[in-house]
T-cell receptor, first 117, second 112 residues
Framework: SAVISQKPSRDICQRGTSLTIQCQVD?????MFWYRQQPGQSLTLIAT?????????ESGFVIDKFPISRPNLTFSTLTVSNMSPEDSSIYLC??????????????FGAGSRLTVL | DAKTTQPTSMDCAEGRAANLPCNHS???????VYWYRQIHSQGPQYIIH???NNETNEMASLIITEDRKSSTLILPHATLRDTAVYYC?????????????FGAGTRLFVKA
């Protein structure tokens, strides 16, 4: 499996500003995913980011609010734009590994905890 | 939406086996069942997966019923550090391919 580094690990942001979260993987991967976890809730998939193509967003998430870059097979960024207190969450990057058996397993970063004041 | 249902929470005594059930009645023949757990303030951690046969690794065992409509994750000797939210997952097919959708999971409390 891969080792995933996310930056920042946490941040406190002002309303109306934007923050970019970086996800670095120690090996090349095709499938990367961004999740959000609001306080006390489960994980919600924001988008799938594949290298060389536009990110695919889930219902309720739009590119203008959460622009994603995937410049190569080891790196991705998620920007949370024009933040409001409702964006206070943990944002998690994950990558998918295909096993020989045909299974696909996710590895997660430690997450980026954002607090918007 | 998640394709699985799990109890909201469970308790287990330290040292005893923790048996976490999961229903996945709509699973298709070639879909795997995956289990992850999330310890407080950490990213989710993969535990185990299975297709038809029972599986065991260093962390847990996975028992899948013959009709594949349900499964049970077994932590054979639960410790306090196993207190976490456990997610049972069957991947969902979307426009961009398969994706992992998390339900609410089961919050396991291991008590001394």
């Amino acid at each position: 499996s891969a080792v995933i580094s996310q930056k920042p690990s946490r941040d406190i942001c002002q309303r109306g500003t934007s923050l970019t979260i970086q996800c670095q993987v120690d090996s090349q991967v095709t499938m990367m995913f961004w999740y959000r976890q609001q306080p006390g809730q489960s994980l919600t998939l924001i988008a799938t980011a594949n290298q060389g193509s536009e990110a695919t967003y889930e219902s309720g998430f739009v590119i203008d609010k959460f622009p994603i870059s995937r410049p190569n097979l080891t790196f991705s960024t998620l920007t949370v734009s024009n933040m409001s207190p409702e964006d206070s969450s943990i944002y998690l990057c994950s990558v998918e590994w295909a096993w020989e058996s045909g299974a696909n397993v996710l590895t997660f970063g430690a997450g980026s905890r954002l607090t918007v004041l | 939406d998640a394709k699985t249902t799990q109890p909201t929470s469970m308790d287990c005594a330290e040292g005893r086996a923790a048996n976490l059930p999961c229903n996945h009645s709509t699973i298709s023949g070639n879909e795997y069942v995956y289990w992850y757990r999330q310890i407080h303030s950490q990213g989710p951690q993969y535990i185990i997966h299975g297709l038809k046969n029972n599986e065991t690794n260093e962390m847990a065992s996975l028992i899948i019923t013959e009709d594949r409509k349900s499964s049970t994750l077994i932590l054979p000797h639960a410790t306090l550090r196993d207190t976490a939210v456990y997610y049972c997952i069957v991947r969902v097919k979307g426009t961009g391919g398969f994706k992992t959708i998390f339900g609410a999971g089961t919050r396991l409390f291991v008590k001394a």
